[in-house]
């Protein structure tokens, strides 16, 4: 006899469908289908919420065996995640009812997820209200995360939202459909209970046209309906990045496409007519923009210019000026790294040496290893290698630069930033003021030479 079951909830089209649930595929805590499935050292799995939830609790025994744990490690189980994932989309692709049934009943399966991935392949048809109605049911938390992979994956939503970026001429869809399909990929990929996999769906989807994809998420970003759908946009553009199978052509779609890094430029620019920075916004803007300038030489070269060309040195010296968060400063330091690799961005630098230079020493040490790196590679490049006077002349007066330098040489940082420090100390003129300018340590440091 086969017993309906409540615990999990199926799509709209399953809904009455009649389904077996293997027992070691429920949580021995929740007693539901686990999402995540981890291994104790006792050898029993549970789904990762649960048992955090009883080892957050103060618990140090396993609940199932009550054995005392040596370790509260967690460790994924991937074969038993990888048989619930087969089985899960196994469950969503059969047929409920008869065909005749479906027929009859054709308003309740055009709303069904696996109908609305339909109406958005139909030719001749605006996708925009499916695309909606497909990004509320993957953003709603109270849908199951098998049942999101099943129509990710098997259902094939991946490939198809993914088309509509890459329609050109007649077929090219509105702003409002490319917006809402922007909206269902982001849902998609930044959802932590999508598999890799179907990710990497979205990711190839979005790579099989990189300029046209490129282009409509430019579109997005410049008509779309509000700061939202611009962070989505970045953020997909980010993802293909470094998510597609060929990197280089996909890299060189990005990077050569003006419209989009234009529109990334203005992301991390003011929102108001206050000059106000939105911290979501300029996150996903220079997140984008560096990883567009990093990676292979060969991208960063077809990179720097244009991005200098458009803006980026000032609008990231003026992100950097603004952000208090650690992680956009060093994307901010890493865009200006970039930028001081080519004759053009050492002159956008250079020529606002008075705002740039005492920016990027002050976050020296406020952004992590790879920004204070990054920090000192724009500093060696304007001050040391190429000498520029005005830059050299704003470091050396930029409050704590010399303390910054001499924590950095005696901090963990790479052979490479040690050595360029040490020779940007030779800008400072070493004497007892300037060396406890900015310094608000007792710790006594030993002079490098």
């Known amino acids: 006899m086969v017993r309906k079951e409540t615990a999990m909830r199926l799509p709209p089209q399953h809904q009455g469908l009649e389904v077996k649930i293997p027992s070691f595929f429920r949580c021995p805590i929740s007693l539901d289908v686990m999402r995540s499935p981890v291994s104790l050292c006792t050898g029993v799995t549970y789904d990762r919420a649960s048992i955090q939830r009883w080892l957050d609790s103060g618990n140090t025994t396993c609940p199932a065996t009550m054995l005392p744990l040596p370790s509260t490690d967690l460790v994924p189980n991937l074969t038993l995640r990888s048989l619930i994932s087969h089985w899960a989309a196994s469950a969503a692709t059969c047929s409920p009812t008869s065909a005749a049934t479906a027929a009859a009943d054709s308003s309740v399966r055009s709303s069904s997820p696996a109908g609305l991935v339909r109406q958005v392949a139909a030719a001749g048809t605006d996708p925009s209200p499916a695309l909606r109605a497909l990004a509320a049911y993957l953003s709603d938390d109270d849908v199951d995360d098998f049942e999101k992979n099943a129509i990710v994956g098997a259902g094939r939503a991946a490939e198809t939202v993914a088309s509509v970026l890459r329609r050109k001429a007649e077929q090219e869809a509105s702003v409002e459909a490319v917006e809402a399909a922007t909206r269902v990929l982001a849902a998609i990929v930044a959802s932590d209970g999508i598999d890799d996999a179907n990710k990497k769906r979205v990711a190839a989807g979005l790579a099989a046209d990189a300029s046209a994809t490129a282009a409509s998420l430019a579109r997005v970003m410049r008509g779309g309906s509000g700061l939202d759908a611009r962070v989505d946009a970045a953020r997909l553009a980010e993802f293909l990045l470094a998510n597609a199978a060929d990197e280089a052509k996909a890299a060189a779609a990005v990077a050569e496409s003006p419209d ?116 000192v590679a724009v500093l060696w490049a304007v001050c040391h290698r190429y000498r520029d006077r005005r830059a050299a002349d704003a470091a050396a007066a930029a409050e704590g630069g010399l303390t910054r330098l001499l924590l950095l040489v005696q901090s963990g940082c790479s052979p490479a930033a040690r050595q360029m420090a040490l020779e940007l100390l030779k800008i400072y003129r070493v004497n007892a003021k300037s060396c406890l300018a900015g310094y608000d340590s007792k710790t006594t440091h030993v002079m490098p030479f």
């Open 260 to 375: 989009l890094v234009a529109e990334l430029i203005r992301l991390i620019g003011p929102v108001d007519e206050k000059g106000t920075l939105d911290g979501k916004a300029v996150d996903a803007g220079l997140s984008c923009l560096a990883a567009i300038c990093g990676g292979t030489t060969a991208r960063r070269r077809s990179a720097r210019a244009e991005m200098v060309r458009l803006g980026a040195v000032p609008a990231a010296v003026r992100a950097l000026r603004a952000t208090a968060e650690h992680g956009a400063s060093a994307k901010a330091l890493r865009v200006l790294e970039s930028a001081a690799g080519c004759a053009e961005g050492r002159a956008a630098l250079c020529e606002g040496a008075e705002e740039a230079i005492p920016a990027v020493v002050g976050k020296m040490m406020k952004s992590g290893r790879d920004g204070a790196e990054a920090a």
